[in-house]
């Protein structure tokens, strides 16, 4: 079985990783390599058992083929479906629905669009002209933080204090869908490395200095059990088996405030020599795992079924099978597919 190793401008993290792999998959012929590619006809067979990708968030050639590969019965983490179609406008909405605490969020109409997509005002008839700008800063409180709803490494991120820095910021945020947000004032800050969506390692940090602290006790029991308690949550929700969760502690409450991070910062010089040790032996034991026992449903979201609003892995909206005695043209068809859809779920 061989697992393989997607990144980019990565040089500590890949060549340790792929060593422990080796040495703790020996004895059950688990072998771990970097992914090679050169053109992916359809229907290629899976050459890989588990695929860890760290890098097909920026090379659409990469996700396309992660897409295939798991049609093919490859095991992707993370999930290449769910993380094309997640933003963090949505982690937010349904994070505050499952009871975590969540800043006050309001999405917002992008600025500007890329210059090769043809928008006009008569694109934009959907828009309200023109914004209220100071309700939506008393929705949220002043100051503020505008951000991407998407996207990640504090970029395009201002701290603003009234309208006037409110416009002249989202007035440079083009071509980018932003968020206005809650500012929490936090005195604590914790950035939890989280592994199979169970595992978590909450770890102090410097969001000013970017910095990882070795401090193992910076968190009371209490507020520890509750920021892993709310970060296996997220992680069942979104179906994230690899990624970074942060919360900002305000007055003893921690804040879930970043939280798609499919791709986290893994480089010994930046999370420090005792967290890149804790990170490569995580994610090796979670590869060999999944390699050895992996099922379809774990890299799938959970929201649906947490929520009570459908069936889990994104079978939302889907019919169920026909009521008894149904007629009407096509019933016999429609009967024989709902069978066949009562069986793959296990009806």
Known sequence: MKIGLMCGREFSFPPAFLERVNQMGKTEGITAEFVKLGGTPMGEPAEYRVIVDRISHEVDYYRGYLKHAVLQGTYVINNPFWWTADDKFFNYSVMSKLGVAIPKTILLPQKGYPADVDINSESL????????????????G?????????????????????????????????????????????DQYVRCFTFGKAEIIPVAYDPKERKYLVIHDYLSASLGDRIVH?????????????????????????YAIDFLNPAPDFERDRITEFYFNEVVAQMAKLVIDRALHMSPSNPWPHWEEMLGIGRPNGFIGSPGPAPAGAAGHGATAGSDAASMQAKAWGA
């Open 230 to 254: 709310d970060a296996r949550t997220i992680n069942q929700a979104l179906g994230y088996e690899m990624n970074t969760i942060e919360f900002a502690v305000e007055n003893g409450v921690p």
């Open 125 to 140: 008839r959907n828009l309200k002209y023109p914004m209220d700008w100071d309700g939506l800063l008393d929705y949220v």
């Open 142 to 186: 002043r100051p503020a933080i505008l951000k991407p709803f998407s996207g990640g490494g504090w970029k395009h991120v201002y701290k603003v204090n009234n309208r006037e820095e409110l416009i002249s910021a989202y007035d440079g945020t083009s071509p980018y869908c932003m968020t206005l947000q809650q500012f929490i004032n936090f």
